[in-house]
């Protein structure tokens, strides 16, 4: 069910107690020269809405919301076409929706979150943490761990097409594929195809202080290999996405604490200072 379709008397018809939220978040910010700005927004999007047709079918019920625009991207500071919130208003938006579906008798949300840059995901960890205080309300923010956690059909996928995951890293192959797959139109095929691969070493770019993909060596904006993408990846990459925010939320349903992300991010996100960002 998508939330702007449904009416208020069908919303008080919900059982509330046992509805997630889902709620995508994308940002508004460059994808190199051949993807849209939304690009993040649409393929949350379509996470989301592949997680609760699935879970519908197993009976669970679901609301799923467009997703939430501008979300920080200091990642791709110093590039044309970024257009985000500053991190601690991004937080605050998301802590207020989450306190006004709170409000409604509401009592789970889920973020939906495929972004690796720094300040977006201490944004929304930090968004999570609040609304965890409400009485009898929980917010999630599972993606990101499926983000820095090895897929072995995406590896096995990208091995056969000669690329390395750490390489793929934003307006790649991955995310180039999932928009050929998703919209076509949206994707500017030919220039795609003739852009060279652009590949580095994220953790230690990171170590060096390289944060921004510009930072890192992206002349273009993307980093990782564009020109390689097909449909079929891109259908993977959707379906996996998909399957691991479904898992996420049955295994929230269940009463269980969500994994914790891998320990080199969470140092990380302990130097970002959402008021400085």
Request: glycine residues 6%; negative net charge; hydrophobic residues 45%.
């Amino acid at each position: 069910m998508n939330l702007l379709d449904l009416t208020a008397a069908e919303l008080a018809q919900l059982d509330k107690e046992n509805t997630f939220v889902i709620l995508p978040l994308g940002s508004v910010e460059q994808h190199g020269p051949h993807l849209p700005l939304g690009s993040k927004c649409f393929l949350t999007e379509a996470v989301a809405f592949a997680a609760a047709a699935s879970l519908k079918n197993e009976g669970y019920s679901c609301i799923t919301s467009p997703a939430l625009p501008f979300m920080p991207c200091h990642t791709s500071a110093g590039f044309q076409g970024c257009f985000g919130m500053a991190a601690r208003t991004y937080s605050d938006a998301l802590y207020e929706i989450g306190s006004s579906l709170s409000r409604d008798g509401f009592k789970n949300l889920v973020f939906v979150n495929l972004s690796i840059s720094p300040d977006a995901l201490k944004a929304v960890s930090v968004a999570v943490e609040d609304l965890n205080t409400l009485r009898e309300f929980r917010a999630i923010d599972p993606m990101p761990l499926w983000t820095f956690t090895k897929n072995e059909r995406l590896d096995a996928a990208l091995h056969d097409l000669g690329l390395e995951s750490g390489n793929e890293i934003h307006a790649d192959v991955k995310e180039t594929s999932a928009l050929l797959h998703l919209a076509p139109q949206m994707l500017r095929a030919d220039l795609a195809a003739r852009l060279p691969s652009c590949c580095v070493n994220p953790t230690w770019e990171v170590l060096k202080g390289n944060f921004s993909f510009l930072e890192m060596g992206s002349k273009e904006g993307y980093l990782g290999s564009p020109a390689r993408a097909n449909a079929e990846l891109g259908k993977l990459f959707i379906d996996e996405a998909a399957f691991a925010l479904a898992e996420s939320i049955k295994f929230a349903a269940e009463g269980n604490t969500m994994p914790e992300l891998p320990l080199q991010i969470r140092m990380l996100l302990k130097m970002v200072d959402l008021d400085e960002m």
